[in-house]
């Protein structure tokens, strides 16, 4: 009569002690305080309320303890014994399902902030893990996170660099609860596809691989979700699975999975076919979101020439660790143009070592720039194999004339030195490290050649016009216009409007206007020139290479759309790789097409109408 009064009572209070146990705190396990709390209070009460009942037999309290009436007659056939009776074990079944699904729910709700705290977070994680092994509700878990997914985190407000990290997370997460990875596959999918309409993806991902948090300093402080510390770890388990025995490594691993198979859960998608059960492959995972690796290796060899190319020294120690890393999961052989890229560095340091010996040796010689000497020890060179670098971004630039004939120098004792190659010099690229000396003080800065070729200009003039100090510099006034930015923001040049209103003069400033509330500095100093715009690179960029090897089949697309009228993105793509066979033979895919198009689209050539390309009329 009174069951569901006392039920009711103690699952409430339960409840209760759950939510206030568990709360938000997850870098603390709380499955074990329920349960010794369970077995301290609730059965405690459970049992003497039996007993009473005479549900719990015990020899030694049979004559003593008070009966109630209605009670059955006790058994005799274990005396002695005090044994939990039938009834108070399907009370504590009861009361720990309870506390397991409600502990559950709790830590599914919250599933986006445990995953982001990850790795500090994992005794919640294994809380939920053994949560989820004793109610089976893992479904519960892949619709609430997904939704979270959705509404928190796959927006147009949140960076790809933070997507990632959270995706790197989940992985390392869910792999705990789900080693398979059949949830974790679930799961991903949402996240993958997102990330697939991404035009940063690539970039991002090969950024977080080399340089780990990426430039990411919210939720990828984290240093458990550093790409390159998992490819550090997956190195070290290949070194240590190196052991002398019988077997050979295929062997041995093929044992190590037969032995520990289980069959898949009953949720896995029978279409994605069975699953390891050794270990979740993340580095696998993300580039299974790019489709293809050499995608990633592409945009890899191209971020490590910008980096190499903007090097002042010839340290590579970092550069040539991370190429050894990605060597053992991409090969050997797609990475070979990396490996002379890096290759060329060390080579450099040699031969600019041995141009400096030689020179000095046979003849010591100093060109002047105003009063101050400039000796061939100031210069180094860093000198690449052409063929095996990507495409290198050009601009003409006239370096003053005791500048330019040191490079002529260096160049000719490196072809006496390496006959029969000879140097091509990108002027435009480099670093030039620079002293300017004012009344009162000395500043100093690392800039790009164009930078240090405007400045020295107003060595013998104070004053220029824009077009004619463009025509000294060589290069066109739009872009002298954006270069020379940099040193009036560092009040060392002022602009004010000439005598022609599209012909802007530029002033060297006596003293240097103070700018230290701007960013500048006092005394001597050093500023670092990274890139005075974001666009402008010293390697062109993929987007740049696939619209020069896409010219090729522009005419061809033209001709196609003159001769049909309109075509869809598979008809053009179809009719390319049916058609263009000869050298060079169509392999784009479908996105870079796509993207190709796009920008036909831009440039007003094409136009998209109701998934149809025209001419634009």
């Known amino acids: 009569m009174t069951e569901d009064a006392y039920a009711s009572a103690i699952f409430l209070l339960l409840k209760a002690k759950v939510h206030n146990l568990a709360g938000d705190d997850f870098r603390s396990s709380v499955l074990k305080s329920i349960k010794g709390w369970i077995q301290a209070v609730p059965l405690q009460f459970l049992h003497a309320l039996l007993a009473y009942l005479g549900d719990s037999v015990s020899y030694e309290s049979t004559s003593s303890s008070l009966k109630s009436p209605l009670a059955s007659r006790p058994s005799s056939c274990c005396p002695g014994i005090d044994t939990p009776s039938e009834g108070l074990v399907r009370w504590k079944l009861r009361l720990e399902y309870f506390a397991y699904e409600t502990l559950q729910d709790l830590r599914i709700a919250k599933l986006f902030e445990i995953i982001v705290d990850y790795p500090d977070s994992s005794p919640a994680i294994e809380d939920l893990r053994l949560c989820l092994e004793y109610t089976g509700q893992h479904s519960k878990l892949v619709e609430s996170f997904i939704s979270a997914l959705r509404y928190r985190l796959?927006?147009?407000?949140?960076?790809?660099?933070?997507?990632?990290?959270?995706?790197?997370?989940?992985?390392?997460?869910l792999r705990m609860i789900d080693p398979a990875g059949v949830f974790l596959e679930a799961v991903g999918e949402p996240i993958r596809d997102y990330l697939r309409g991404r035009k940063d993806t690539i970039k991002c991902i090969v950024t977080m691989l080399t340089d780990g948090t990426g430039?990411?300093?919210?939720?990828?402080?984290?240093?458990?979700?550093?790409?390159?510390?998992?490819?550090?770890?997956?190195?070290?388990?290949?070194?240590?699975?190196?052991?002398?025995?019988?077997?050979?490594?295929?062997?041995?691993?093929?044992?190590?999975?037969?032995?520990?198979?289980?069959?898949?859960?009953?949720?896995?998608?029978?279409?994605?076919?069975?699953?390891?059960?050794?270990?979740?492959?993340?580095l696998g995972m993300i580039v299974g979101i790019i489709g293809s690796k050499d995608q990633l290796v592409n945009e890899y060899r191209i971020m490590l020439a910008e980096k190499l190319l903007n090097k002042s020294d010839?340290?590579?120690?970092?550069?040539?660790?991370?190429l050894e890393l990605l060597k053992i999961h991409f090969g050997e052989s797609t990475l070979q143009k990396c490996e002379i890229m890096l290759n060329d560095l060390i080579d450099s340091k040699r031969t600019n070592g041995n141009v400096k010996a030689t020179i000095n040796q046979s003849s010591p010689k100093s060109v002047a720039v105003g009063e101050t000497p400039l000796s061939m020890d100031i210069l180094d060179a860093t000198i690449i194999s052409?063929?095996?670098?990507?495409?290198?971004?050009?601009?003409?630039?006239?370096?003053?004339?005791?500048?330019?004939?040191?490079?002529?120098?260096?160049?000719?004792?490196?072809?006496?030195?390496?006959?029969?190659?000879?140097?091509?010099?990108?002027?435009?690229?480099?670093?030039?490290?620079?002293?300017?000396?004012?009344?009162?003080?000395?500043?100093?800065?690392?800039?790009?050649?164009?930078?240090?070729?405007?400045?020295?200009?107003?060595?013998?003039?104070?004053?220029?016009?824009?077009?004619?100090?463009?025509a000294a510099i060589g290069v066109p006034v739009d872009v002298l216009h954006r270069r020379i930015s940099f040193w009036i923001s560092k009040g060392i040049v002022a602009e004010s409007v000439g005598?022609?209103?599209?012909?802007?003069?530029?002033?060297?400033?006596?003293?240097?206007?103070?700018?230290?509330?701007?960013?500048?500095?006092?005394?001597?100093?050093?500023?670092?020139?990274?890139?005075?715009?974001?666009?402008?690179?010293?390697?062109?960029?993929?987007?740049?290479?696939?619209?020069?090897?896409?010219?090729?089949?522009?005419?061809?697309?033209?001709?196609?759309?003159?001769?049909?009228?309109?075509?869809?993105?598979?008809?053009?793509?179809?009719?390319?790789?049916?058609?263009?066979?000869?050298?060079?033979?169509?392999?784009?895919?479908?996105?870079?097409?796509?993207?190709?198009?796009?920008?036909?689209?831009?440039?007003?050539?094409?136009?998209?109408?109701?998934?149809?390309?025209?001419?634009?009329?």
């Open 499 to 617: 005598a022609d209103s599209s012909d802007h003069m530029y002033t060297l400033v006596e003293g240097m206007i103070d700018t230290s509330k701007n960013g500048g500095h006092n005394g001597s100093s050093q500023e670092l020139l990274v890139g005075d715009e974001e666009e402008e690179r010293s390697v062109a960029s993929v987007e740049d290479q696939l619209r020069k090897e896409m010219t090729v089949y522009e005419k061809f697309i033209l001709g196609m759309l003159t001769n049909f009228g309109s075509m869809a993105l598979d008809r053009i793509h179809n009719t390319l790789k049916m058609f263009c066979i000869a050298d060079p033979p169509y392999d784009k895919s479908l996105q870079q097409l796509q993207s190709f198009l796009s920008g036909l689209v831009s440039e007003e050539k094409l136009e998209y109408r109701d998934g149809m390309y025209f001419l634009k009329k």
């Open 215 to 282: 430039g990411n300093s919210s939720i990828s402080g984290n240093p458990g979700d550093s790409l390159l510390e998992e490819l550090n770890r997956d190195e070290e388990i290949q070194e240590d699975v190196g052991l002398d025995d019988d077997f050979n490594t295929d062997d041995r691993q093929a044992w190590i999975n037969a032995t520990r198979w289980q069959p898949d859960p009953v949720e896995a998608d029978p279409l994605k076919g069975n699953r390891n059960q050794g270990k979740v492959d993340i």
């Open 154 to 173: 796959l927006t147009a407000g949140a960076s790809t660099n933070d997507i990632l990290h959270q995706y790197v997370s989940t992985i390392k997460a």
């Open 386 to 470: 052409s063929n095996f670098w990507p495409p290198i971004q050009d601009e003409s630039i006239n370096l003053p004339e005791p500048v330019d004939q040191l490079l002529s120098d260096y160049a000719k004792r490196f072809h006496e030195i390496k006959t029969p190659r000879k140097l091509q010099w990108k002027k435009n690229l480099g670093t030039v490290k620079l002293e300017l000396q004012f009344e009162d003080k000395e500043v100093q800065f690392s800039v790009a050649p164009v930078h240090a070729a405007i400045i020295m200009q107003f060595q013998n003039e104070t004053s220029w016009t824009s077009k004619n100090l463009a």
């Open 314 to 322: 010839y340290d590579i120690d970092a550069e040539i660790r991370t």
